[in-house]
DNA sequence: CTGAAAGCGCTAACAC
DNA sequence: GTGTTAGCGCTTTCAG
């Protein structure tokens, strides 16, 4: 029995031998130059097929400067939010030929930056960030790539060049107008991750900045170090609670906090909305679900992925854009 | 004002110039290489962060024939399991140096080839697959690359090389064995996404065979063609109780489905357990927080992740390893 | 310990 | 339309 041995490469060379042609012909056939006879490129195709012939990224993107690479740099995986924006992202940059190289930063500016150092060191020919806030470091590497930056989440605040996202400040602030305007006046805030999203502690803000200008100041906040999860938010709400009994409402950093804070409602008798309005941020599948139904400030997380790749596809660089997806209010019945 | 133009990629050859040394020995600082004198090494660092100098990894990689890529193909990204799984490969491969270009097939072979084939230009130093179910045409086109491949979630069936994953079969039996030994007669099932992933059907199908092995044969279950989602569960159980009303349990095919249908049976005064049980699978965080604590068969997806790409790095093409990571059942109330 | 030469596989730029 | 030449930026020989 022959051992498998591992096959040499099939190379360019190789084909273009087979084929009978030179090498850039086959170069030209494999990327669908224009100008190239029927024939050439049938006895090309042909001898590619036989030889099973794929060609090296490597090599083709070394010559040009640029590959068909995409670096994306998120800070997590662990809530829906940002899988669903890669899965934008992907269905854009497969349907045009190009693949997304992943780096997670973990909410750290360090791993950040080391992950934008590796990345780039394939020659993405774009590059989309999470976030307004990137470090000097980022930024000039970026600038020394010269490649087209897209940044997602958020749009308060300054792009290196492109963002996608929207605006947290009017977020938080359309969260305190909401609950006020349907007649609570005592709200509270419930966050998680010790806030390490910056756009996260910016919709607080912004929302304890529009209460307290509508004279309904924020009446008490819990902000708990661990990761936003629904056992998180059931344990953040009891506590604040037991802080501050006279909430009437309560406005969640997410709808995974909320949908734990409604259980825990559930499971102590608390009615919802009467005893207490849940107000959450998201609008993610879950929260319809739920016996009482979530009301939530929806995001389309999806679309910003798409429109952030597309951005990068269709970048000119002499005019970057800044994208406000909005959001919107969720029929729910939790306020 | 000077307009600001595209900076020339700094190369190891302005370091060697500027530190006043050879090409190579700058290439061989850069890769900490052994055998470098102290004195060298200083002037090269020097240099580089004076340049500001990044490796083009493009030209390694041809060179060497090999990158610090590791191709992905995750089907899907639209429940939690995939972007955990992907957590924890991440979380090995940047600690190696490593970083992943990824590819979502959407549970489409076609897609999957189409990935695989348009990752595998990139010449990664692995490969990591979703299910065990590969196309021929995959499986040549890596034995072809000669690289190793780690194929993960299952392991009923036959790996190209190396799987990480639970026997779906054997979490199949389990459920039905736990159910029936708590006493309940009459299971149903429900399913979503009309069974995409193979290894759904798997369970199912050996949910239903241990059923009717132990004379107490599925009485009905429901497979709905839209992705899986509580509101879907919390529809299919519906559904499935109205053509079967005797029902006494139900095992879902997720969490998330059988969330929904916790919160179908909360809002239809349907007792958990006492009128029926729900027995869920993947053991996802939100299930500890309903106020009926759902009960679950867990698996560990971060795990997952970070076993195959550890299997991947510490790759030993002679002995190709198949682990089995297990599963568990959670405490819950809802059985 | 350090360097010189050669070439990875592909593609711009220029011939013809 | 097709081919020739040269070289992308790095690293593997092989010298010294």
Same mark, same amino acid.
């Given at each position: 029995?022959?051992?498998?041995?591992?096959?040499?490469?099939?190379?360019?060379?190789?084909?273009?031998?087979?084929?009978?042609?030179?090498?850039?012909?086959?170069? /030209?056939?494999?990327?669908? #130059?224009? +100008?190239?006879?029927?024939?050439? /490129?049938?006895?090309?195709?042909?001898?590619?097929?036989?030889?099973?012939?794929?060609?090296?990224?490597?090599?083709?993107?070394?010559?040009?400067?640029?590959?068909?690479?995409?670096?994306?740099?998120?800070?997590?995986?662990?809530?829906?939010?940002?899988?669903?924006?890669?899965?934008?992202?992907?269905?854009?940059?497969?349907?045009?030929?190009?693949?997304?190289?992943?780096?997670?930063?973990?909410?750290?500016?360090?791993?950040?930056?080391?992950?934008? /150092?590796?990345?780039?060191?394939?020659?993405?020919?774009?590059?989309?960030?999470?976030?307004?806030?990137?470090?000097?470091?980022?930024?000039?590497?970026?600038?020394?790539?010269?490649?087209?930056?897209?940044?997602?989440?958020?749009?308060?605040?300054?792009?290196?060049?492109? !963002?996608?996202?929207?605006?947290?400040?009017?977020?938080? #602030?359309?969260?305190?107008?909401?609950?006020?305007?349907?007649?609570?006046?005592?709200?509270?805030?419930?966050?998680?991750?010790?806030?390490?999203?910056?756009?996260?502690?910016?919709?607080?803000? !912004?929302?304890?900045?529009?209460?307290?200008?509508?004279?309904?100041?924020?009446?008490?906040?819990?902000?708990?170090?661990?990761?936003?999860?629904?056992?998180?938010?059931?344990? !953040?709400?009891?506590?604040?609670?037991?802080?501050?009994?006279?909430?009437?409402?309560?406005?969640?950093?997410?709808?995974?906090?909320?949908?734990?804070?409604?259980?825990?409602?559930?499971? +102590?008798?608390? /009615?919802?909305?009467?005893?207490?309005?849940?107000?959450?941020? +998201?609008?993610?599948?879950?929260?319809?679900?739920?016996?009482?139904?979530?009301?939530?400030?929806?995001?389309?997380?999806?679309?910003?992925?798409?429109?952030? #790749?597309?951005?990068?596809?269709?970048?000119?660089?002499?005019?970057?854009?800044?994208?406000?997806?909005?959001?919107?209010?969720?029929?729910?019945?939790?306020?």
């Amino acid at each position: 029995m022959t051992s498998p041995k591992r096959t040499e490469r099939v190379t360019l060379k190789d084909v273009a031998r087979v084929a009978g042609v030179s090498d850039i012909s086959v170069s /030209r056939v494999m990327r669908r #130059a224009p +100008n190239i006879s029927d024939g050439l /490129r049938d006895k090309v195709i042909q001898a590619a097929n036989d030889l099973g012939y794929t060609p090296n990224r490597l090599a083709g993107a070394l010559k040009t400067a640029n590959s068909n690479l995409v670096a994306v740099v998120v800070p997590s995986m662990s809530n829906e939010v940002f899988p669903e924006v890669l899965d934008g992202i992907d269905s854009v940059l497969s349907a045009n030929g190009l693949s997304a190289v992943l780096g997670i930063s973990k909410y750290d500016p360090d791993r950040e930056v080391e992950a934008v /150092r590796e990345l780039l060191a394939w020659s993405p020919m774009g590059l989309i960030l999470t976030g307004l806030n990137a470090s000097a470091a980022v930024t000039r590497m970026v600038e020394a790539q010269g490649i087209p930056v897209v940044q997602i989440m958020d749009t308060d605040g300054t792009a290196i060049q492109s !963002a996608v996202g929207i605006s947290h400040s009017a977020a938080g #602030a359309a969260a305190a107008d909401f609950l006020l305007d349907r007649g609570y006046g005592a709200p509270g805030y419930v966050g998680a991750w010790g806030e390490r999203p910056a756009r996260s502690r910016i919709r607080r803000e !912004a929302f304890a900045a529009r209460l307290a200008e509508r004279g309904a100041p924020l009446q008490g906040y819990k902000i708990l170090p661990g990761q936003s999860s629904a056992p998180l938010g059931a344990e !953040a709400l009891a506590s604040l609670l037991s802080e501050h009994p006279g909430l009437d409402s309560v406005f969640f950093a997410n709808d995974d906090l909320a949908v734990g804070a409604l259980f825990h409602c559930m499971a +102590n008798g608390i /009615r919802v909305p009467q005893d207490l309005a849940l107000l959450g941020f +998201n609008g993610i599948a879950i929260g319809s679900a739920t016996p009482t139904k979530l009301t939530s400030i929806s995001t389309q997380r999806f679309r910003m992925g798409v429109e952030a #790749a597309k951005l990068l596809i269709d970048n000119d660089p002499d005019s970057p854009k800044t994208v406000d997806l909005g959001f919107s209010f969720t029929d729910g019945a939790s306020v």
